[in-house]
T-cell receptor
Framework: DTGVSQDPRHKITKRGQNVTFRCDPI?????LYWYRQTLGQGPEFLTY????????KSRLLSDRFSAERPKGSFSTLEIQRTEQGDSAMYLC?????????????FGPGTRLLVL | AQRVTQPEKLLSVFKGAPVELKCNYS??????LFWYVQYSRQRLQLLLR??SRESIKGFTADLNKGETSFHLKKPFAQEEDSAMYYC???????????FGKGTMLLVSP
């Protein structure tokens, strides 16, 4: 297992366009998290799933953002009608609820630039 | 709401010098505290957590509930310690992490 993977690694789009990112967690990990990181800030929580259920969403997640994890494996994060303020690094992490310490393992991130 | 503060954006030391990266938190309950590290061109990874009370790569961190701090320390810095360090908090019973803004550690030869 190569760890959490994310695709694409970079995305440049024009304001108003829709974008979709994919995250593949570590195999058998039942929890999957999305974070956003802007320049000079630490990662900020957006949402997380346990299996296919979306259990929590941050107030940061506006109506233009939607996330899915349809089969409890990979997840997608879609941003509709992108704005320049959406430019950030989008990080995915996964963890195994069954382990005592439930460490979150991060992916390499998808860097989004909205022009 | 909980908050994590890392007062230093940049900490620059010479090889062999002691290092202390500061982390303060605000939360009224009992949190779980972590240090994550991101080396150049690598992904964010867990360095250590307070409940493990272990030393990783020579780093230690003690949770001080009275001062609401979780400072990261190493007695003798190495050049390979140069990285971005993030302090993070998790509320017991919840899964999400709250991160500080991070401190860049630069260790010069």
């Amino acid at each position: 297992d190569t760890g959490v993977s994310q695709d694409p690694r970079h995305k440049i789009t024009k304001r108003g366009q829709n974008v979709t990112f994919r995250c593949d967690p570590i195999s058998e990990h039942n929890r999957l998290y999305w974070y956003r990181q802007t320049l000079g800030q630490g990662p900020e929580f957006l949402t997380y799933f346990q299996n296919e259920a979306q259990l929590e969403k941050s107030r940061l997640l506006s109506d233009r953002f939607s996330a899915e994890r349809p089969k409890g494996s990979f997840s997608t994060l879609e941003i509709q009608r992108t704005e320049q303020g959406d430019s950030a690094m989008y990080l995915c992490a996964s963890s195994d609820l069954r382990t005592e310490q439930e460490t979150q393992y991060f992916g390499p991130g998808t860097r989004l630039l909205v022009l | 709401a909980q908050r994590v503060t890392q007062p230093e954006k940049l900490l620059s030391v010479f090889k062999g010098a002691p290092v202390e990266l500061k982390c303060n938190y605000s939360y009224s309950g009992s949190p779980e505290l972590f240090w994550y590290v991101q080396y150049s061109r690598q992904r964010l990874q867990l360095l250590l957590r307070h409940i493990s009370r272990e030393s990783i790569k020579g780093f230690t961190a003690d949770l001080n509930k009275g001062e609401t701090s979780f400072h990261l320390k190493k007695p003798f810095a190495q050049e390979e310690d140069s990285a971005m360090y993030y302090c993070a908090l998790k509320v017991l019973g919840y899964s999400t992490l709250t991160f500080g803004k991070g401190t860049m550690l630069l260790v010069s030869p």
